[in-house]
C-alpha cells in the first residue's frame, strides 16, 4: 500500500518524493519498488515528527522550503490534490496548507473517525474564495447550524520554519483532547490554509478497510485493461 502511495505522489510530478520509514522491513519494500527510504526514529511520537526527521536527514543545507506530509494509508489519493495542496502556500499568509472535502451525509458527518474542520469559503460558486483559514478542527460536527460541513483530509504541506516550530512545541491540551495534533499549530499560532477537493479520498484504517481498497483498484485495472484492449 505503501508502494502505490508513493507511486501516486511521483506520479504529481512536483518534487522529489521520499519515504520516512520508522521500520526497515518498510525501507526494504520501498527501495526494491525503485523508491527512495530514509529511516528515523521509530520512537517519534507524531508523522509530522517523522517528516520532520527525514528532512534533517536527506536535506540538512535546507535547500527545500516547503515539505508536503502524505501519509501512506491513502492509496486512492488523487495525484492532482498535492498540487492543490501545495499552491495554497502561495498566500504568504498561511504556514501550513491542508485539504478539505464536502461532507455529503449523516454518517460522515457523526464519525468521528472522520475530523471536520470549521472554515468558511463564502457564498455561491463564482465568489466563493479559493482558500480559507482553518478555524478549528474536531472530531465532532462543527460549525453548529445550516450550512456546509467539511471533511478534513491529512495531507499537509509545511512551510519549513512552521514545521520546525511546530515540533520544537510540546503538545497542548486541546491537541490531547481531540487527538489532533494540527490543534497544536493552530494554538502556537501558525496559520493553516484549507483548499477544497471534489472527494476526500479513501483511508485504510482497519483490515476491512484494506479489503475494500484492494477490491477497488483491482476493478479499475481490470476497467483500464478492457478499455486497452
Same mark, same amino acid.
Given at each position: 500500500?505503501?508502494?502505490?502511495?508513493?507511486?501516486?505522489?511521483?506520479?504529481?510530478?512536483?518534487?522529489?518524493?521520499?519515504?520516512?520509514?520508522?521500520?526497515a522491513v518498510i525501507a526494504d519494500v520501498v527501495q526494491a519498488a525503485g523508491g527512495q527510504a530514509v529511516?528515523? $526514529?521509530p520512537a517519534l511520537p507524531s508523522g509530522s515528527d517523522r517528516i520532520h526527521d527525514a528532512l534533517r536527514?536527506?536535506?540538512?543545507?535546507?535547500?527545500?522550503?516547503?515539505?508536503?506530509?502524505?501519509?501512506?494509508?491513502?492509496?486512492?489519493?488523487?495525484?492532482?490534490?498535492?498540487?492543490?495542496?501545495?499552491?495554497?502556500?502561495?498566500?504568504?499568509?498561511?504556514?501550513?496548507?491542508?485539504?478539505?472535502?464536502?461532507?455529503?451525509?449523516? *454518517?460522515?458527518?457523526?464519525?468521528?473517525?472522520?475530523?471536520?474542520?470549521?472554515?468558511?469559503?463564502?457564498?455561491?460558486? @463564482?465568489?466563493s474564495a479559493r482558500v480559507a483559514p482553518a478555524l478549528y478542527f474536531s472530531r465532532r460536527p462543527i460549525?453548529?447550524?445550516?450550512?456546509?460541513?467539511?471533511?478534513?483530509?491529512?495531507?499537509?504541506?509545511?512551510?519549513?520554519?512552521?514545521? $520546525?516550530?511546530?515540533? *520544537?512545541?510540546?503538545?497542548?491540551?486541546?491537541?490531547?483532547?481531540?487527538?489532533?495534533?494540527?490543534?497544536?499549530?493552530?494554538?502556537?499560532?501558525?496559520?493553516?490554509?484549507?483548499?477544497?477537493?471534489?472527494?476526500?479520498?479513501?483511508?485504510?484504517?482497519?483490515?476491512?478497510?484494506? $479489503?475494500?481498497?484492494?477490491?477497488? @483498484?483491482?476493478?479499475?485495472?481490470?476497467?483500464?485493461?478492457?478499455?486497452?484492449?
Open positions: 500500500m505503501i508502494v502505490h502511495v508513493m507511486r501516486r505522489a511521483k506520479a504529481a510530478g512536483i518534487g522529489p518524493v521520499v519515504v520516512a520509514c520508522g521500520d529511516l528515523t $526514529d536527514r536527506i536535506d540538512p543545507a535546507g535547500y527545500h522550503q516547503v515539505v508536503i506530509n502524505l501519509q501512506g494509508d491513502l492509496p486512492s489519493l488523487n495525484p492532482s490534490s498535492l498540487s492543490e495542496v501545495l499552491a495554497v502556500l502561495e498566500d504568504r499568509q498561511f504556514d501550513i496548507a491542508t485539504l478539505v472535502a464536502l461532507i455529503t451525509n449523516e *454518517a460522515e458527518a457523526g464519525a468521528e473517525s472522520v475530523v471536520k474542520v470549521a472554515c468558511d469559503f463564502g457564498q455561491g460558486t @463564482i465568489a460549525p453548529w447550524g445550516e450550512g456546509p460541513l467539511w471533511h478534513h483530509v491529512g495531507i499537509y504541506a509545511f512551510r519549513r520554519q512552521a514545521l $520546525d516550530r511546530f515540533v *520544537a512545541a510540546p503538545p497542548t491540551l486541546l491537541e490531547r483532547r481531540e487527538s489532533l495534533e494540527q490543534l497544536r499549530a493552530l494554538e502556537i499560532g501558525l496559520r493553516i490554509g484549507c483548499a477544497r477537493i471534489q472527494q476526500a479520498p479513501f483511508g485504510v484504517d482497519t483490515p476491512e478497510d484494506l $479489503d475494500h481498497v484492494r477490491r477497488e @483498484i483491482s476493478l479499475t485495472l481490470e476497467r483500464s485493461a478492457q478499455e486497452q484492449s
